[in-house]
Nanobody, 124 residues
Framework: QVQLAESGGGSVQAGGSLRLSCAAS????????MGWFRRAPGKERRIVAS????????RYVNSVKGRFTISRDNAKNTVYLQMNSLKPEDTATYYC?????????????????WGQGTQVTVSS
């Protein structure tokens, strides 16, 4: 199973930007569609964005469309999440995981184990 390590979080003011990274442990990384998830305080972990295996297709939840961009570099076994125009409601711990596809299962994590996540805090 692929091991995942998220980084890049921090504390920013509303309107600021952050770029998250997720490094995967295995060279089979490019066999998986990938997703970024987040868990806000007191809420369940939910999908934010997902990307196809070769990066030619993406999908976003409505609340981040036009502000967040997911991308990947298969040569580096890494997936990214560029977050612009951050809002206080984006405050959460962010995680990455593989997903099954970008259609009906775009929000279903493929692996049972998760990385430690990276904390994003947006102040107003």
């Amino acid at each position: 199973q692929v091991q995942l390590a998220e980084s890049g979080g921090g504390s920013v003011q509303a309107g600021g930007s952050l770029r998250l990274s997720c490094a995967a442990s295995k060279d089979t990384f490019n066999s998986y569609a990938m997703g970024w998830f987040r868990r806000a305080p007191g809420k369940e972990r939910r999908i934010v964005a997902s990307i196809s295996r070769n990066g030619d297709a993406t999908r976003y939840v409505n609340s981040v469309k036009g502000r967040f961009t997911i991308s990947r570099d298969n040569a580096k076994n890494t997936v990214y999440l560029q977050m612009n125009s951050l809002k206080p409601e984006d405050t959460a711990t962010y995680y990455c995981n593989a997903v099954f596809d970008l259609q009906n299962n775009y929000d279903v994590p493929r692996f049972n184990s998760w990385g430690q996540g990276t904390q994003v805090t947006v102040s107003s």
